[in-house]
């Protein structure tokens, strides 16, 4: 039997182990052996290092940023994976663990890629920063800038550390100024509407990669949409 209680007040812990023993002597009696020893300063320290974890754990999962380890012996398996990065990948945490990229992602095609990229860090031996542009785990394309790290744990096991950032925002933000920049150059070049009006939705199709271009006013009184200009590839500014 084996009990952990206080002793005098709830700073002060104490291990009791008892044991139930023959002397062998006297066959027929039971003896009982009882050990108590102070386990104060190692309660403590168990319960800093909860509180720690706990904080960290509380940490890794706040920040908007993914951040994942894997364990390159044992097939590059995930060992951890943090809140952001498992809504990313369209698991829970506790899925990640355990699994490699082949098992989490439905693209076999992307989880080569990643392998890939892991084997060629691995043999470089140094950290390396670089962007990717994958699926999410809703299908939903991603742009990622993107740290992996190799290093050794403690026990001497090789791992790789990855450190994500989401920059889909951004990038598409960057992208919006760079369009607004360009049409107001084009306004500013050229005086005629409808040769600015096509520049526009040249860089409208380019942008978003759609093959035609439509231009509506909306008319409060009938509450419809008057399409009033149409851009194709195979013609210029349609006026209707």
Same mark, same amino acid.
């Given at each position: ?78 060992? &951890?994976?943090?809140?952001?990065? =498992? $809504?990313?990948?369209?698991? /829970?945490?506790? +899925?990640?663990? @355990? ?21 060629? &860090?691995?043999?470089?031996?140094? =950290? $390396?920063?670089?962007?990717? /542009?994958?699926? +999410?785990?809703? @299908? ?28 889909? $925002? ?71």
């Amino acid at each position: 039997m084996e009990v952990e209680y206080r002793a005098g007040n709830e700073h002060c812990w104490r291990n009791f182990r008892l044991k139930a023993s023959r002397d062998l002597s006297q066959p027929q009696k039971m003896l009982l052996i009882g050990v108590i020893q102070d386990i104060t300063e190692i309660t403590e320290n168990v319960c800093q290092l909860k509180d720690t974890l706990n904080l960290w754990n509380l940490v890794l999962d706040t920040i908007p940023v993914m951040i994942f380890a894997k364990k390159v012996d044992d097939d590059f398996r995930y060992i &951890i994976g943090n809140r952001s990065f =498992a $809504e990313f990948m369209g698991h /829970s945490v506790h +899925d990640i663990q @355990g699994h490699t990229d082949f098992d989490l992602f439905a693209s076999r095609e992307a989880a080569e890629l990643f392998r890939q990229k892991d084997l060629e &860090i691995m043999k470089n031996g140094r =950290a $390396e920063e670089f962007f990717e /542009s994958p699926l +999410d785990g809703n @299908g939903n394309p991603r742009h990622l800038r993107t740290n992996k790290i190799p290093f050794v744990s403690a026990s001497g096991e090789a791992m790789l550390l990855g450190v994500t950032i989401d920059i889909t $925002e951004l990038d598409a933000r960057i992208q919006s100024e760079e369009f607004t920049n360009n049409a107001l150059s084009q306004i500013l070049l050229e005086n005629d509407f409808n040769s600015n009006l096509q520049k526009i939705c040249e860089s409208i199709r380019n942008q978003f990669r759609c093959d035609r271009v439509s231009l509506a006013i909306y008319d409060r009184h009938t509450d419809a949409f008057q399409i009033e200009y149409r851009h194709a590839p195979d013609c210029n500014i349609c006026l209707l």
